[in-house]
Structures are given as C-alpha cells and as structure tokens.
C-alpha cells in the first residue's frame, strides 16, 4: 500500500484530455512537498514527466500539465495520442517516514 | 546527454548478498551537483525508493532496509554501488540506479538507468 495514492488505470480516447489524481497526506504533500511526475512506458526504466508540481524538463510536450493544491496533486493529459499510453507515478517526500516516496501508479489506456 | 547503467547479477541465491553497481556517463559524481539513488519495482508492482549516495560518500537509505543496505561510490571510475545482505525472495525486483536532484525545491529522478531484474532463487 503506497503512500500516495493514485488511481490504478484511466483511459480516453485520442484527442481527449485525463487526469491522474496524486493523494498523499500531512506529512508529504500537505506539508508543502513538492511533487514530481514520471512516465513509464513498457520495458522501459521511468523518466521524468513533470518537477517541482508544474515544471517540464526540456522535451516534454505542453500537453503534459501538473498541479498541485492541499495534500492532493494531478497530472494532466491532453490531446491523447497512442504513444502516451504508459504507467505514469507520482513522488514526494514524505517527513514522518523520512524517505521519498511514490504513488503505487496509473496504468493509461489510449482506447 | 547523461546516461546511466547498472549492471551486476541478474541472479542471486536466497541469504546471499545482491550486488549492483551504476556506471555514469555525461556527469560527474564528483562534482557535487547531486545525490545518486538506487531504486526498485518488484515485477507488476511501484517503486520504492532504496537509499541515496552523495559524492562524500555520505548516505541515506529506507528505514525498513537500512541494516541490510550499503551503498558506495568511486568517483575514479563515475561509479556508485549498492550491496543488500541476506537477500529473499522479496527483493526481487527490477534495480534502477538513478541522479538524484539538489535543490531547494525537493529531490526528483533524472534520468534513470535502464533498470537490471534481480531475482532470488537457489
């Protein structure tokens, strides 16, 4: 049972936009932890989607979007397209554990 | 471009010890700008962070692992190293080795290895 919390699929069709939810708590993200996003494609080692709650590392297209409001944060998809289709993760830092820690992962389906 | 990669046995006997290192390419350990991570995901499972090494040589790992995990670094050969004693079925996994940001703005992954399986089996 991960610490952060994330649905584990969403789907939408090419073109649509989804949403993955991040829920953690006081002592991560309700203490003011930032939180960063990774995409997972298959067989493949993560890479960074999203930093910092809202930031793109260079490469990473605009229609990738994160927020981050109260103990929860999201990830934002929009104008869906096969080649997204992937395990998408969360992380934070979590105070009373005293670790990084990662949301348990969404799996996206591009129907 | 940075790139990572771990290599070690992909097969280790139950009670042994697991040994992999992170060879580091486009960076250098020694500078400083960063603390290098070891990762894991047991297969169809998340990830869990493992522990973290700074060029000093300073560490910090997981609580639940901390009596079984050893992390080093040789910053002659851009390496990093990670050994964890007594090994079980239940550290099987995919081991990623990844560079750890610092900043004032909190600590992410970038980039990561391509990730070696390590399964515990006699």
């Known amino acids: 049972q991960s610490v952060l919390t994330q649905p584990p699929s969403v789907s939408g069709a090419p073109g649509q936009r989804v949403t993955i939810s991040c829920t953690g708590s006081?002592?991560?993200?309700?203490?003011?932890?930032?939180v960063h996003w990774y995409q997972q494609l298959p067989g493949t080692g993560p890479k960074l989607l999203i930093y910092?709650?809202?930031n793109r590392p260079s490469g990473v297209p605009d229609r990738f979007s994160g927020s981050k409001s109260g103990t929860s944060a999201s990830l934002a998809i929009t104008g869906l397209q096969a080649d997204d289709e992937a395990d998408y993760y969360c992380?934070?830092?979590?105070?009373?554990?005293?670790?990084?820690?990662f949301g348990g992962g969404t799996k996206l389906t591009v129907l | 471009q940075v790139q990572l990669q771990e290599s070690g046995p992909g097969l280790v006997k139950p009670s042994q010890t697991l040994s992999l290192t992170c060879t580091v390419s486009?960076?250098?350990?020694?500078?400083?700008?960063?603390?290098w991570s070891w990762i894991r995901q047991p297969a169809g499972k998340g990830l869990e962070w493992i522990g973290r090494?700074?060029?000093?040589?300073?560490?910090n790992y997981i609580p639940s692992l901390r009596s079984r995990v050893t992390m080093s670094v040789d910053t002659s050969k851009n390496q990093f190293s990670l050994k964890l004693s007594s090994v079980t079925a239940a550290d099987t996994a995919v081991y990623y080795c990844?560079?750890?940001?610092?900043?004032?703005?909190?600590?992410?992954?970038?980039?990561w290895g391509q990730g070696t399986l390590v399964t515990v089996s006699s």
């Open positions: 910092t709650n809202i």
């Open positions: 006081s002592s991560n993200i309700g203490a003011g932890y930032n």
């Open positions: 486009g960076d250098s350990i020694s500078s400083g700008s960063n603390y």
């Open positions: 992380q934070s830092y979590d105070s009373s554990l005293s670790v990084w820690v």
């Open positions: 090494i700074y060029s000093s040589g300073s560490t």
């Open positions: 990844a560079r750890d940001a610092l900043t004032s703005s909190g600590n992410w992954f970038d980039p």
